[in-house]
C-alpha cells in the first residue's frame, strides 16, 4: 500500500472517530477537537516507535478509553454546562461570540425592517397587496441569512455573485410576472419560491459549494432550525396574546399592532434568531434528533398505514383537488424530511436495528401512499388535462417516488447485511438538489407556460 494511500485510510478513521465522538450527549465540539488533537500526538507517537498507522490508531484509540466512557467523564467534569450554554457565551471567546451577537441582532432587525420596507412605497400590507407579500416573504429573510451565513463560513468571491444573482432572479420573476392573484401559477410560486430559495441558503451554510459531504450537515441544521423556530414562534404566539388581552383591558384593539408589526416582523426575525442558536447552541439541540425521529417515526408510521388499510377498506379514490395534492406532497414531504432527519442523527457505523425497521415499514408506507397519489393525480389528468397544479404536483410525487423506493431498496440492503448506511445516506441528500431545481422550474415556467392563470 503506497504512502498516500495509508494516510487516506487513517485520515477517514479519524473522521469516522470524530463524528461518532461528536455524536456522544456531553461533548461539545471544541471538546472534540480537544481530543482528536490528544489522538494525533498519540498516533504519532506510536509511528515513531514503528507501528504502522492502523495499529498506532487502534492503540490510540484504546488508550483514550471507550467513547462512552469518555462521554460520561465530560458529563461529570462538565455537569454545569447546559444551562451556561443556553445564557451564557464561552469564557475563551466572549468577545467573538458578543460580536457575532451584536451582528445577528442587526440581522434580525433588517428582516423584520425588510418586511415593512414595502410600505415606504405605497404598498401597505393589506388585502389588496397581500398575495404580492405572499410572494415575496422569503426574499425578506433568506438573502439576509444567507448573507449570515456567507460571513461565518467566507465563500470565494464567485460562489456569493452567484447566490446573489440567485436572489436577484428570484425578486425579478416572482415581481415582474403578470400574476393573476385568485390563478393556481401565482399559489405555486408562493409554495416553491421558499424551496428553491432553501438551495441557496444551503450553498452559503456549506461556505459556497453544495458537495454531498456537506448535505446532511445541511439537512440536520433545518431540523435544527425547525425546532427552534417552532419554540420560538409558541413564546410569540403567547406574547401576542398577552399583549392583546393587557391592552384590550383598558379599552384599546392591538389588533392593528399585532397583526401588522409583531407577528410578521417578529416571524421574519425569528428565522435568523433561530440560525444563530442552532450556530451557538448546537450541542444543546443536537441531542433532540432521536428522541424526536423516535417519537414521531412510529406515529407516521401508524397513521399511513391506517390510511391505506382505511382506503382500501372503504375503496375510496384520492380526491384530487389543489388542497388535498398540497396535502400530500407536504404528507410525503415530511416523511422525506424525518427519514432525512433519522439518518443525520443516527452513527453510520453502528449495527442495523429495530428502529431501522421500522424506518423501512414508515418508508414502503410512504411509497405505497405515493403510488396511490400518483395513480390519482395521473387519472385525473387523463380525464380533465394538465393544469398548473396536477403538472407540478406529478413532477414532485414522481421525485418523491424515486427517493423513497430507492431508499426503501437500500434500507432493505442495510438490514439484510448487504450494504453501508452511508450508500443509503448519500442516495437520500443526492436528492435535495432535485427538489430545489423543480421547485425552481415551477417559479420560472409554469406562469408562461400556463398562461399565468
Known amino acids: 500500500m503506497s504512502a498516500l494511500s495509508t494516510h487516506v485510510s487513517l485520515e477517514q478513521q479519524i473522521a469516522r472517530w470524530r463524528e461518532f465522538l461528536r455524536r456522544r450527549a456531553a461533548i461539545h465540539g471544541t471538546d472534540v477537537d480537544e481530543l482528536e488533537d490528544h489522538l494525533r500526538s ?58 457575532d451577537l451584536l451582528w445577528v441582532l442587526l440581522l434580525a432587525l433588517a428582516a423584520a425592517v425588510a418586511v415593512k420596507l414595502p410600505g415606504l412605497f405605497g404598498l401597505a400590507m393589506d388585502d389588496a397587496n397581500a398575495h404580492g407579500y405572499l410572494r415575496n416573504a422569503s426574499l425578506f429573510v433568506l438573502p439576509l441569512l444567507a448573507g449570515y451565513f456567507a460571513w461565518k463560513r467566507g465563500p470565494n ?4 455573485v ?22 393556481d401559477t401565482h399559489w405555486l410560486s408562493v409554495i416553491h419560491l421558499p424551496i428553491a430559495l432553501w438551495l441557496v441558503v444551503g450553498c452559503a451554510y456549506s461556505g459556497g459549494g453544495f458537495a454531498s459531504a456537506r448535505r446532511m450537515d445541511f439537512v440536520r441544521f433545518s431540523g435544527e432550525l425547525a425546532i427552534y423556530y417552532v419554540l420560538i414562534a409558541l413564546g410569540g404566539g403567547v ?54 425521529t423516535k417519537l414521531f417515526t412510529p406515529l407516521f408510521t401508524a397513521i399511513l ?12 379514490p384520492i380526491d384530487v383537488q389543489r388542497e388535498v395534492l398540497i396535502g400530500f406532497d407536504l404528507l410525503l414531504a415530511l416523511v422525506v424530511g424525518l427519514v432525512l432527519y433519522a439518518a443525520s442523527a443516527r452513527d453510520s457505523q453502528a449495527p ?32 380533465f388535462g394538465f393544469t398548473p397544479n396536477r403538472v407540478a404536483a406529478l413532477g414532485e410525487n414522481l421525485i418523491l417516488l424515486a427517493n423513497l423506493a430507492g431508499s426503501a431498496w437500500l434500507y432493505a440492503r442495510f438490514l439484510r447485511g448487504h450494504g453501508a448506511f452511508a450508500v443509503l445516506e448519500r442516495w437520500q441528500v443526492a436528492f435535495l438538489p432535485l427538489y430545489a431545481l423543480w421547485a425552481a422550474l415551477v417559479v420560472i415556467a409554469f406562469p408562461p407556460l400556463f398562461g399565468f392563470r
Not at 157 to 160: E, F, K, Q, T
Not at 248 to 274: H, K, Q, R, S, T
Open 42 to 99: 498519540q498516533v504519532n507517537t506510536l509511528r515513531e516507535q514503528g507501528l504502522s498507522d492502523d495499529e498506532a490508531f487502534l492503540v490510540a484509540v484504546k488508550r483514550m478509553g471507550s467513547l462512552d466512557a469518555v462521554s460520561r467523564e465530560f458529563a461529570r467534569e462538565h455537569s454545569e454546562r447546559l444551562w451556561k450554554q443556553l445564557v451564557l457565551p464561552a469564557e475563551a471567546d466572549d468577545a467573538g461570540r458578543s460580536n
Open 157 to 160: 468571491l464567485v460562489s456569493i
Open 162 to 183: 452567484w447566490m446573489a444573482l440567485a436572489f436577484v432572479a428570484a425578486a425579478l420573476f416572482v415581481n415582474v410576472y403578470p400574476f393573476d392573484r385568485s390563478g
Open 239 to 292: 406574547l401576542s396574546g398577552f399583549t392583546a388581552m393587557m391592552f384590550n383591558a383598558i379599552g384599546m384593539d392591538p389588533g392593528e399592532f399585532v397583526g401588522l408589526w409583531l407577528v410578521p416582523c417578529g416571524a421574519a426575525a425569528a428565522v435568523i434568531i433561530a440560525a444563530w442558536l442552532v450556530e451557538a447552541k448546537q450541542s444543546v439541540i443536537e441531542n433532540m434528533a432521536p428522541v424526536l
Open 305 to 316: 398505514l391506517a390510511f391505506l388499510v382505511t382506503m382500501i377498506w372503504t375503496r375510496s
Open 352 to 383: 442495523p436495528g429495530i428502529f431501522d425497521a421500522l424506518q423501512l415499514v414508515l418508508i414502503v408506507s410512504a411509497v405505497a401512499v405515493d403510488g396511490v397519489a400518483l395513480a390519482s393525480i395521473v387519472a385525473r389528468i387523463n380525464e
